[in-house]
């Protein structure tokens, strides 16, 4: 008996394979997670398998409509499932970490732009910038107290510590 994820895989015309199911799991697990995120992950479950296997599987994904790839600005690209609506992201400008804002309007595209260049929009990506509750009470802490501290907390993927 298929599993949902092989049924989602064969229905966007994918061939199922371990390193999708595994991709998938991983972005189940770690929603937002960037390439290397996934890729340690993946390894967990398929060791031997390459970052670049999982570039590979994370764009035919994206293509298939499968994943969402976002891009917030200075970061690496990040990937989640979630899809089929219009959500949008807010990051910690102190800790990367990144979590899902509801579509602020209801319908796609969520913003009505005062132009549209002639273009016919379909979506609106926003973009909510700030400090997560973890980062929020080391503003209040004084500078040199506050540098420490980032030197020794390292996020290596939004929202898991390394």
Same mark, same amino acid.
């Given at each position: 008996?298929?599993?949902?994820? =092989?049924?989602?895989i ?5 061939? /199922?394979?371990?390193q999708?199911? *595994?991709?998938?799991? *991983? ?7 960037? %390439?290397?995120?996934?890729?340690r ?6 060791? #031997?398998?390459?970052?670049? +296997? $999982?570039? /590979? /599987? ?12 976002? =891009?917030? %600005? #200075?970061?690496?690209a990040?990937? =989640? ?9 807010v &990051? !910690?400008?102190?800790?990367? *970490? &990144? +979590?899902?804002?509801?579509? &602020?309007? #209801? +319908?796609?595209p !969520?913003? *009505?732009?005062?132009?549209? #260049?002639?273009? /016919?929009?379909?979506?609106?990506? $926003?973009?909510?910038?700030g ?13 040199? =107290?506050?540098? %420490?501290?980032?030197q020794?907390?390292h996020v290596?993927?939004?929202g898991?510590?390394?």
């Amino acid at each position: 008996m298929a599993t949902d994820l =092989e049924t989602r895989i064969r229905d966007a015309g994918l061939r /199922v394979t371990g390193q999708r199911l *595994a991709v998938l799991t *991983a972005l189940e697990r770690a929603p937002h997670a960037d %390439a290397d995120t996934v890729h340690r992950a993946v390894q967990r479950e398929l060791p #031997g398998t390459s970052l670049q +296997a $999982v570039y /590979v /599987v994370l764009n035919a994904l994206a293509t298939a409509g499968l994943i969402r790839r976002i =891009e917030p %600005a #200075g970061s690496p690209a990040l990937y =989640e499932r979630r899809i089929g609506d219009n959500h949008h992201h807010v &990051v !910690c400008t102190s800790c990367g *970490a &990144v +979590a899902d804002v509801d579509c &602020v309007h #209801g +319908a796609a595209p !969520c913003l *009505a732009p005062s132009s549209t #260049g002639g273009f /016919v929009i379909d979506t609106a990506e $926003v973009t909510f910038w700030g400090l997560c509750p973890a980062c929020q009470p080391q503003q209040h802490r004084p500078a040199h =107290e506050r540098r %420490a501290d980032q030197q020794t907390h390292h996020v290596t993927s939004y929202g898991t510590e390394d």
